[in-house]
């Protein structure tokens, strides 16, 4: 039972390391990265505090050098998931009455840890394992999950803060219960920060985890379970397990006391998982909260007004940073007739200046798609734009994947603005461009509005703030984050919550309390100090 109202530290957003030339961090993820590299680790999943083994192992290699092995991963059998959800229940006896200062002070450490001792292993597993350049390891491993860890927190305590009103008569409160039952997260490979919020932030509520990490992300899962065992999540309130997603999913959603769902990933999936969640409906103690992020189609739509080398490095960064890997990534562009040609030249110049290869080499900007299965849909498409009448691509369009699994950034402009890849979600370093009549601005709003099942993110470059105001409202509903003269990509936790609706998820909100809410079953409590002791009314006479 709390003892005081307490203030936690006020929420600020961890400063980006620069990793220029000559500073110690870059030094510090160097040396790491390469002792990582040069080692094999082996990886055990994680149930009640102990480490799991199984001796059925699958290999771990970085996607920009898939022939080299760094390590092997544990497969869990059914028996392993079931035990996950037997030792969940059970520290919830403990964890949902611990005092919410106590579970703040866990996950403040954690994220205290990632800002010091963790932060050159944590970014260079981000780097090898999902070959991410160390700006993008940076912002996503080390700050990103700073900033969830330590806005959640603060989230936490306004969310607990909100009170109904009370009387002389009666005093009104309300408790934000953690669910009852246990909950599931299941993470995608892009982001190590997405992979650590997900059960993280169900824990902080009170709630108990069974945790899926993707097979592609399990290198960096382990560094955020290190981090979390040496912050002191107690044994059983986070349990991971590796293995068979359908086997692992299926056994978790068979229990009647699974009671949400914290998921981030494909539309497919998500729609498949929230289906076996109705299906089983009948099974469960209560009703399951089902949170997702998932696909996106996001677009960069420029007026006539704006200016070209702006909307060039909008699609530059927003379209290839990370390969395009971001659920926010640029893919499809709506160009005016008039900028196109200054535009379409500082796309090339950009692209054709980009260096590619491992992530080791800080002068690289591209690195390797995750995995061949990505590599190989991604290379069917570009094939079919260099065969296709109505495509043309302009610069990139070339692969390899004798080493790992390169794809050149590319840019293809269709004269369909129904085109296939203006159409798919593509997830990797491909952007298609149609270009429009400058004088038909107002028509092309509606085909950004209407072209695609997502609506995630989207972007407006423009100095006419008619032109803006017009696109904010023709899109309302095409994107859940949009944004005014910059890339759809770089939400910053506590800046700007993240979330889309369509078949781009349920828009929870990420980042915010919005979030948050959905892990708690409040209660509220009326406590009358006079209670009555005659049922006649007044009325009655």
């Known amino acids: 039972m709390g003892k005081g109202f307490f203030k936690v530290p006020e929420a600020i957003n961890e400063p980006i390391k620069s990793y220029a030339p000559g500073t110690p961090e870059r030094k510090a993820v160097l040396e790491a990265y390469k002792k990582m590299y040069n080692s094999s680790i082996d990886v055990p999943f994680y149930i009640n505090g102990k480490d799991v083994t199984t001796g059925n192992t699958k290999p771990m290699s970085p996607p920009h050098d898939h022939k080299h092995i760094v390590g092997h991963y544990h497969l869990a059998e059914k028996t392993h998931v079931e035990q996950a959800i037997t030792t969940a229940l059970e520290a919830r006896k403990s964890w949902s009455q611990l005092p919410w200062e106590q579970r703040a002070g866990i996950f403040l450490k954690a994220a205290e840890l990632i800002a010091g001792p963790y932060r050159a292993k944590i970014n260079a597993a981000t780097m090898m394992a999902q070959s991410k350049t ?58 190590t920060a997405i992979a650590g919020n997900l059960p993280s932030c ?104 704006a200016v070209p080398k702006q909307v060039a490095t909008a699609i530059s960064r927003g379209a290839f940073e990370f390969q395009g890997q971001k659920c926010s990534a640029a893919s499809r562009a709506y160009i005016p007739s008039n900028i196109w040609e200054e535009v379409k030249n500082f796309v090339i110049e950009d692209v054709k200046s980009f260096k590619m ?81 400058a004088e038909k601005y107002t028509e092309t709003l509606k085909l950004v509005n209407s072209t695609s099942d997502y609506a995630l993110t989207g972007a407006i470059l423009s100095t006419n703030r008619y032109a803006i105001e ?68 007044p009325f009655l006479g």
């Open 134 to 191: 160390v700006h993008q390891a940076e912002i996503d491993s080390a700050c990103e999950f700073i900033d969830f860890l330590r806005f959640n927190v603060q989230f936490m305590t306004e969310i607990y803060k909100d009170q109904p009103k009370s009387t002389s008569d009666a005093w009104n409160r309300v408790e934000y219960r953690p669910l009852e039952g246990f909950t599931y997260a299941v993470t995608p490979f892009n982001f």
């Open 202 to 305: 169900m824990a902080l509520m009170g709630n108990v985890v069974v945790w899926k990490p993707s097979d592609s992300q399990i290198f960096s899962a382990k560094i955020i379970m290190d981090v979390f065992k040496e912050a002191g999540v107690p044994d059983g309130v986070i349990n991971v397990v590796f293995g068979d997603p359908k086997m692992i999913t299926d056994t978790v959603l068979a229990s009647p006391d699974f009671s949400g769902l914290h998921f981030t990933g494909s539309t497919f999936i998500f729609k498949e998982l929230w289906k076996q969640i109705g299906t089983n409906i009948h099974t469960y103690k209560t009703y399951p909260r089902i949170v997702g992020e998932t696909g996106g189609k996001d677009f960069i739509i420029a007026h006539k007004s």
């Open 357 to 437: 290869g491992s992530p080791e080499n800080l002068e690289n900007f591209i690195t390797a798609v995750i995995h061949e299965g990505s590599f190989d849909k991604l290379a069917t498409y570009i094939d079919q734009a260099k065969t296709d009448s109505n495509a043309e691509i302009i610069v990139g369009g070339n692969y390899d994947k004798s080493k790992g699994y390169f794809i050149e950034p590319t840019v293809i402009v269709t004269t369909d603005p129904k085109y296939i890849t203006m159409c798919d979600e593509l997830f990797g370093p491909v952007i298609t461009i149609f270009v429009y009549d």
């Open 470 to 537: 017009e696109a904010t409202k023709e899109l309302q509903d095409a994107a859940g984050n949009f944004y005014i003269n910059d890339k759809p990509t770089g939400a910053v936790v506590g800046q700007q919550p993240f979330g889309g609706a369509r078949a781009s998820g349920t828009n929870d909100k990420a980042g915010s309390p919005q979030n948050l809410l959905r892990w708690v079953s409040p209660r509220l409590i009326k406590e009358t100090f006079v209670t009555p002791t005659d049922y006649r009314y």
